[in-house]
Every structure is written in C-alpha cells, then in structure tokens.
Nanobody, 116 residues
Framework: QVQLVESGGGLVQSGGSLRLSCVYSGRVFSIYFMGWYRQGPGEERELVASIRNSGDTNYEDSVKGRFTISKDNAKDTMYLQMNSLKPADTGVYYC??????????WGQGTRVTVSS
C-alpha cells in the first residue's frame, strides 16, 4: 500500500501563491503516476496536474503557465507550486498515486481558498 499526506493549503488573496506538498510512503517503488486533483464547491473532482516516473507532466488548461508539478524522490514528496491564484482555483486539493497493477491511493486533501 501507499500512504499520502497533503499539506500547504490555506487562505490566500487573488494573485497570490501557495505550494502544496504530498508526502508519500509505503510501496513508493511501485508508483508510476501521481497527480493533483481539485474538487471545487459542488463540483466533481478533476485532474489539475500529473507527473509520471518518466518526468512527463500534464496540466489542465486553466492552470497552464500558473501551476508547476514536481517530485523530489529523495524526500518522497510531490509538490504543486500555484502562482497567480484565482478564486476559481478554490477547492480541496487531493494527491493521488497509481501503482503498477492499477491500484489507486488518495490523500485526505488540503483546502485552498482564494479570495477576490
């Protein structure tokens, strides 16, 4: 199994920045995909950014140029640097890991609120 713990959420004004962290533990060697997902108020959870073991990254259109996903394997931590935040970025951000064999693991989420 894989355990994921997010942190770094909070309240920020529009135009501000936050960095989210996701510490992973357990069978980390079996992870091949990780992603950050956002669930806004009354909305479904959506993929915001993802990163594969190859280093390939992918971003949802609305965050391109503003968010950066990265991993530090030495610290077993994934990050999401969020700049130029907008009220539409408000939501609970979840970290997800997918392992070989297709099992998925989720963190408990961290809340981001962007005020206008």
């Amino acid at each position: 199994q894989v355990q994921l713990v997010e942190s770094g959420g909070g309240l920020v004004q529009s135009g501000g920045s936050l960095r989210l962290s996701c510490v992973y533990s357990g069978r980390v060697f079996s992870i091949y995909f990780m992603g950050w997902y956002r669930q806004g108020p009354g909305e479904e959870r959506e993929l915001v950014a993802s990163i594969r073991n190859s280093g390939d990254t992918n971003y949802e259109d609305s965050v391109k140029g503003r968010f950066t996903i990265s991993k530090d394997n030495a610290k077993d931590t994934m990050y999401l640097q969020m700049n130029s935040l907008k009220p539409a970025d408000t939501g609970v951000y979840y970290c997800k890991a997918v392992v070989y064999g297709a099992d998925e693991y989720w963190g408990q989420g961290t809340r981001v609120t962007v005020s206008s």
